[in-house]
């Protein structure tokens, strides 16, 4: 879902509506049980979206971030994680355990509405990677599935990829402070513009200086590869800006490069759970964002002692690296990594200088024994050398003594050719022209 602060075009936030619940019951074939589904408000979804079908398999970003491993070391138990967004499905299988998804509050609508409803699923597919819980047959679960989602519904849309939905900033700021005044520890915003309003500045402020950790789409947006202007509130101080990638690890076309990118978790289509039962694949900023925000439900249940700021900064720094190399525009620190963002043992101390090395005083023993060795080697280079002299000496007098037997010690003479008559005739074709007569 992206978001350009601007005034909301549609017209349905300022309708009254009814806040008697319509009761509906489905079933859902894939998981062969029936469940109470989502039951928003009398007239609140203009279309909403039917049941999808559950999907058993294990998602690629799930093995990817390698969750069972992740969960043997936390699952973000006593941590609420908002998700301002487009409301929740409270009913959800995976989402309606007792205490899973608290009441919220709806500031899209008039009147005093939960945000535990969704008419589009957005923010039920968000809600769904953060916390969702582990069901029998079912490959999906949330990264913290013990932690506790605080719906704050700001919006009714559900955009594609590059879309853009207008949200009133004033919605969006007040239900930030909702969130940040009513116990998040975690704050998602799965939403993304190109304006710098104040009134969403001011509540993102409000968040971080009472110590809560922000996280928000960078957006979806991208034309080319060249990094453009900063998107809000990913672009604020404080806050995690986050983009996208495939499985491969490559960012997706869509995902915004800029000085907002702070690193990239899995967005390219994507399991999470969907309104009224079942599962969707998504694509898109908006829910790479969850599994960041989720990572920091998981650092803040295991250290509790770690500020916001400090929980950022372990996430960042414990990133994989990315293809863009470090801190770029478009992978920011590299890949969220959950695991080791929980596990690893960092510190904010300096390295310690290393002591200057030194030499140890040498052994008189072993120096005296170095040079015998020494000397030896010396001495029997150079008795091989006298050896080998004689050896070949040696030989060449015996040569000399059989040859010299063999002609019983007389001196061999070399015959020489005849020697030719020296002419002072010039040969004929040194003359280049023609011979002086002959003189008489």
């Known amino acids: 879902m992206t978001n350009d602060h601007t005034r909301r075009a549609c017209g349905s936030r300022g309708r009254a509506v ?5 009761a509906v019951v489905f079933t859902t074939t894939a998981a062969n049980t029936t469940v109470a589904g989502a039951a928003p408000p009398r007239g609140a979804c203009d279309s909403p979206a039917p049941a999808s079908p559950t999907v058993t398999e294990v998602p690629w970003a799930q093995r990817t971030l390698d969750v069972q491993a992740v969960h043997r070391h936390g699952t973000g138990a006593g941590v609420v994680v908002a998700v301002v967004d487009s409301g929740v499905d409270a009913d959800h299988p995976q989402l309606r355990q007792p205490g899973k998804v608290l009441r919220g509050q709806d500031f899209f609508l008039v009147g005093d509405l939960p945000g535990s409803f969704d008419c589009v699923s957005h923010g039920t597919a968000v809600a769904g990677i953060i916390a969702a819980e582990p069901v029998e047959g079912v490959g999906f679960t949330g990264l913290a599935p013990d932690a506790t989602v605080l719906p704050v519904r700001v919006s009714d849309s559900d955009t594609s990829d590059g879309a853009k939905q207008a949200i009133d900033p004033k919605v969006l700021a007040r239900g930030i402070r909702y969130a940040t005044d009513h116990g998040a520890d975690v704050i998602n915003l799965s939403v993304a513009g190109g304006l710098d309003d104040e009134s969403v500045r001011a509540a993102v402020r409000h968040a971080v200086v009472n110590d809560v950790v922000v996280v928000a789409a960078v957006g979806n947006a991208q034309q080319g590869t060249t990094a453009g202007p900063a998107t809000f509130p990913a672009g604020y101080d404080g806050v995690l800006g986050v983009g996208a990638v495939d499985m491969s690890g490559t960012r997706l076309p869509s995902s915004q490069i800029g000085p907002q990118v702070d690193l990239v978790a899995p967005g390219g289509d994507v399991l999470s759970t969907a309104r009224v039962g079942g599962h969707q694949y998504r694509e898109g900023t908006s829910f790479a964002a969850p599994f960041v925000s989720a990572t920091a439900a998981l650092v803040r249940s295991a250290h509790p002692e770690l500020s916001a700021e400090e929980i950022a900064e372990r996430i960042l720094a414990t990133a994989s690296p990315a293809p863009g190399g470090q801190n770029s525009p478009a992978y920011g620190a590299g890949l969220v990594n959950p695991y080791r963002a929980l ?5 904010d101390s300096a390295p310690a200088a290393l002591p200057p090395a030194q030499r140890a005083a040498p052994d008189p023993a072993a120096v005296s024994l170095s040079a015998w060795w020494e000397g030896s080697i010396e001495h029997a280079r150079t008795l091989l050398v ?29 015959v020489l050719p005849p020697a030719r008559p020296v002419g002072d005739d010039l040969p004929e074709e040194m003359f280049l022209v023609p011979r002086p007569p002959v003189e008489h």
């Open 18 to 22: 009814a806040v008697a619940f319509a």
């Open 343 to 347: 596990t690893e043992g960092l510190s």
């Open 386 to 414: 006298l050896v080998a002299v004689g050896v070949l000496a040696g030989a060449a007098l015996a040569v000399v003594r059989v040859r010299g037997r063999r002609n019983r010690w007389q001196p061999r003479r070399t």
